[in-house]
């Protein structure tokens, strides 16, 4: 993942409900899914590095957003999918280091820089750098109502195979699912970003944009895994 990311099968979907996940459809809503989320899936440690993203970050958000989803501001609100990426690099610092200074992407030269709200390390470290009230650009046409989450790694497997990584991604996904009544349909891979019922686009040549990471198959592996946690 750098600037910005199939159909999600219907049987996990399905597999879902049935273990009881609360999700943005499930019966009870967001609001019932955020009211037991402390119990049931609760916070994990968390250690806040923030990026820099004042004023003129977030009026370029906001200019980012007008351009690509049609709504001039740079606020998150009400998120409805969770972006998993791994960051082609090797600590959490190198990704802090990327995304720290505003200056146009290498990809598609737009400001501001790119980001993701979380990252996760190899050993389960889990850092934020960017508030939840905050549009972050990690995910071409998914921007304007998702979460982002880093991983630490080169490839799908680097992250699928780290038990103490996957562990706290998973405990940080479903803390977010829980928080905010987002179904486990709509926790992705990059790559399934084209997919996703909220992608959306108005620069038509960025309409097909995605990445590599994060497969269907390898986030099958992730969402079935997620939903063994149990409902929130």
């Known amino acids: 993942m750098t600037a910005a990311s199939g159909a999600v099968a219907v049987a996990l979907a399905a597999a879902a409900l049935a273990a009881g996940v609360v999700g943005a ?18 916070k994990p440690p968390i250690k806040k590095k923030k990026i820099p993203f004042g004023p003129k970050r977030r009026r370029e958000m906001a200019a980012y957003s007008q351009r690509h989803y049609g709504d001039n501001t740079f606020a998150l609100t009400a998120p409805q999918v969770i972006v998993q990426h791994y960051a082609v690099a090797g600590s959490l610092g190198a990704i802090h280091r990327i995304f720290a200074p505003d200056r146009p992407d290498p990809e598609l030269g737009e400001l501001p820089n790119v980001c993701s709200h979380y990252a996760v390390g190899p050993t389960g470290k889990i850092w934020q750098f960017v508030s939840l009230s905050i549009r972050c650009r990690h995910t071409v046409g998914l921007n ?33 699912q829980c928080r905010f009544g987002i179904a486990l349909e709509n926790v992705i891979g990059h790559n399934e970003s084209l997919s996703s019922p909220f992608h959306m686009e108005l620069i038509p040549s960025l309409r097909d944009q995605t990445h590599g990471d994060f497969k269907r198959a390898s986030m099958d592996k992730f969402r079935r895994k997620l939903a063994a946690r149990g409902p929130c």
């Open 25 to 42: 459809g499930s019966a009870g809503g967001p609001q019932a899914s955020a009211a037991t989320a402390k119990s049931a899936a609760a």
């Open 144 to 176: 304007h109502t998702s979460i982002g989450i880093e991983h630490v790694g080169y490839s799908d497997q680097d992250i699928l195979r780290r038990p103490a990584q996957l562990k706290a991604s998973l405990r940080l996904t479903q803390y977010l």
